[in-house]
């Protein structure tokens, strides 16, 4: 639907984090939009983190992919779609519905979902459909269905604020659930006695909301829980009633649990623990959030069900302030879930390997071809396409060659795969392997629902047209189903006539006795799903307004098992593994303003200010070992492949361990996409890889020169060993590292700055040959088309003042001189690197205030600055540098 009106105002759903956060978007007479948090919405209440508050520069048409391209020709959506439709009937024809694939995302909306699930499971006949979940939140799935016999997430969000103790394992709130973090944060601050503890083996931002940071050794959460679950039970800290009356299984799972040596695995000392067992012990009222640290690991699935054990044991679950809480990443992880998306499961929380519940989906979709087996998980499918098995592949909003584990080998699969169709909204370095590439339309353009952690479904409206022929993915693949002669079970007129089947379906065989059931929903009239307010499910047909509603599960048992008891798993701790030629432990995750490939925050100039590099986080002993310096280039190598990164050498990082992120690309560096290094290694019961915990080995890039440029345009084939580009709010920010030295430093600026034999510009430069210190500015018509600075060692140039500089009118003979210098005069202090990105405040202005200004809070701080007084992510960040003042000045 568009909404043309001259100022329309559209509540809608923020398309990053699992949160959920309601949006406000506001479309002005002149077509810009902009964004603010919607105070009604109860994920966020009006709050925002930094991405969500950046979300309106990155919804332009800069980059869009506007028509369908078959085979590198632009091509309509009736050649394109009926090319899908005859590749995919002619593989199956040919080599049986395995033979085909689609893998999916858990940022489309539940009707695209919806759409894809019914498609390959009912009507093509295969369970080849997984998912990037399957990267992300399969190790919570399977501990939730061996313990609860259903997938379901017990809690709300309120029982974060009501509990009084948080423990978080394995997650970064603070940078990767920021407005969660918030509502943490203020609860704590309104009630200090409420305790937090981190668990996380590095020193994260979520830290500095802790009263305990526990950084146990990678990989050893199973040994830190059974030690738990073995001190309640010795120390008589149980729920006996609870036990007995709702569970099997204790009894075995303590007997596992005597065997932990949680001082050994977790390299913690006794006292830490103790102290932590004991908080736990005493306090009721707990909740226990974890997230990536956990499920991304060989044991994954035990990690979970290790702490699982630990809330049924006590009994503390599905009541106010208490239970475990997975919480998901993607802005629809839990939407996906409901669908069945996942290759081992089937739609609306029915199990693929139930005859009677294959046979009640097949009935409601009066399917021809119901799938019988459980279908390829995400990295066993690539496997599959890389072994010729799968010869037809659909790949939607997932960027796998960036994403999957041993990514290298995911592009070599895709190159020699007989048939590839993407969709997507822009170009990755997954779309090149397309052999049709399907235009999506984008956040802001599409319509459907979400659902986040707290299984809240939201509406995410349209509020502008997408530009060209894109369209949504739920209609691709409707229309690809009627290509394929199912004319019938596609005929989908909109968007809410998929949901509304979808609510009838959750509520089909009510005897089959299922918690998700959305019945309420199957009448919903057009009108009524267009204004459809946020819920929480379950909402059958006949219940009442949300107020009244079940909000918890499991208080009073009631489990989806069988016998309607969970079950206590037995699991047995495994250490990690290094050797001598990969020593240390590779570690991977997330930066506060990145979201994924960057496809979308990459476009932001603010979110990439504020870490606009890849690097790798080292401990300072392990870096005084190897003879790496702050800033140093590094090589990161494993098994698998290589990296080169800037090293950022900290004490918050453990000995023994790195840390890489996960966001850069082959398309903004030259060698920064981690995935190439981890090894597609997975859990056994979930599929997921373990991409926390790589050996690898690092050593200094022994580059013979470094550079810093800026340019006004993008620049094309980069050529340096170590290149990587970020945007900036005139152009575009380039680090370099070379291990030969250009003939001409000149002429090397120009093909940075694509200004190759042009006479029209004017080019000054400063060379210093005994030193190896050299910069070139082109200026054109009084602007500055680009700045190089580059030196033997990192070069230290302020890289906010050059970026800045791009944005200048002209440039007198002190501008020059300060150009060439690459740093602002006297009068006009550095601001530093970017801490607040949505007042782009800087590290020095920031230093300065705490310093020289005094002041000592961060409220104080935003009072005087600014800085942290919107999105309020970088609070944390602000904090640690008022603490690391004040040591530096106690010391
Ligand atoms: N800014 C930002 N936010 C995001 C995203 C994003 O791309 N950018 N992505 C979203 C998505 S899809 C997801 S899944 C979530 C992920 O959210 P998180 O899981 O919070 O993020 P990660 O950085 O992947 O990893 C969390 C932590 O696990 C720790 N860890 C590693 N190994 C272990 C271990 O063995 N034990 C324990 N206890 N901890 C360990 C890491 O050090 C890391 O700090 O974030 C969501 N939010
Ligand atoms: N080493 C390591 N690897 C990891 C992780 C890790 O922690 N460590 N985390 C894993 C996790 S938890 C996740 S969730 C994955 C994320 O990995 P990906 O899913 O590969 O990452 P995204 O960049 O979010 O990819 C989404 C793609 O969809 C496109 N897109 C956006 N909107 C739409 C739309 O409406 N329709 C269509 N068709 N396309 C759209 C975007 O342009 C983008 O290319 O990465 C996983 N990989
Ligand atoms: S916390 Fe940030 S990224 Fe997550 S939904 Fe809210 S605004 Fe979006
Ligand atoms: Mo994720």
New binding site residues.
Partial sequence: MLHTEPTSSIRTAC?YCGVGCGVIATVERDGAVSIKGDPDHPANFGRLCSKGSALADTIGTEGRLTRPVVDGQPATWDAALDRVAGEFRRAIAEHGPDSVAFYV????LTEDYYVANKLMKGFIGSANIDT??R??MASSVAGHRRAFGTDTVPGTYEDLEQADLVVLVGSNLAWCHPVLYQRLAAAKKARPELNVVVIDPRRTATCELADTHLAIRPGSDVALFNGLLDWLASGNHLDRAYIDAHTIGFEAAVAEARLADPVGATGLERAAIDRFYGLFAGTERVVTVYS?GVN?SEQGTDKVNAILNCHLATGRIGRPGMGPFSVT??PNAMGGREVGGLANQLAGHLDLADPEHRAAVKTFWRAPAMAEQPGLKAVDLFKAVDDGRIKALWI?????V????DADRVAAALAKCPFVVV????E?D?TRFAHVLLP????GE?DGTVTNSERRISRQRAFMPAPGAARP?WWQMADVGRRMGFAEAFAYGGVADVFREYAAQSAFRPELRRDFDIGACAGLSDGEYETLEPFQWPWPAGAGAERERQKRFFAEGGFYTADRRARFVAVRPRALATTSAFPLIMN???VRDQ??????SGLSAKLSAHLAEPYCEIATIDAARLGIRPADLVEVTTAQGRAIVRALVSDRQQAGTVFVP?HWTGRNSSAGR??AL?AAVTDPISGQPA??ATACRVARFQARWYGFAVSAVEPENLSADYWVTAKSKAGWRIELGCTNEPEDWAGLADAIFGTQGRDDVERIAYHDAGSGRHRVAVIRDGRLVGALYAAPEPVEVSRAFAAKALEQDEFDAGDRMRLLAGRPGQDRPDPGAIVCACFEVGVNTIMAAITQDGLATVDAIGAALRAGTNCGSCRSEIQRMISHARVAQAG
């Fill in positions: 398309p995302s858990g940022q489309i990037n979940s990267l992300c990536q991304q990443g993607q939607m909003s997932t960027n796998p960036v994403s999957l584990p969709s997507d909204v822009v990755t997954t999506a339309s984008a956040w599409k993915d991977t995750g997330r979201w994924h490939t960057m496809t979308r996960i981690v995935d981890v991409s926390k």
